[in-house]
């Protein structure tokens, strides 16, 4: 999987299921940090009531980017994506 060709994103990290750093690049290069803490947010998920399927996607959203964060085999793969500004109006709108 090329997490560099996802478009807008900024940066990645590729993790281990006990959130070590398998690979990173972009905005979150050798961000260990960062990776301890998407792996405590990815296992006080786990925690909430359980499901039939379990999450298939957590999203973290701030007003200019978001994390993504996938599981897949046995791996979390976390994506830094730039936002696109919304205007004013267009925030309004939603609201109501």
Partial sequence: MNLERIPNQTGYLV??????????????????????????????????????????????????????ILLSNKKLYVVKKKLQPVSTSSRAEADQ
């Fill in 15 to 68: 993790l281990t299921n006990d959130g070590a750093v398998i690979a990173s690049g972009g905005d979150l290069e050798n961000a260990e940090h960062t990776a301890n803490i998407i792996s405590e947010l990815v296992s006080l998920a786990d925690k909430v009531p359980p499901h039939k399927e379990g999450y298939k996607k957590l999203t973290v959203t701030y007003s200019d980017h978001c994390y993504i």
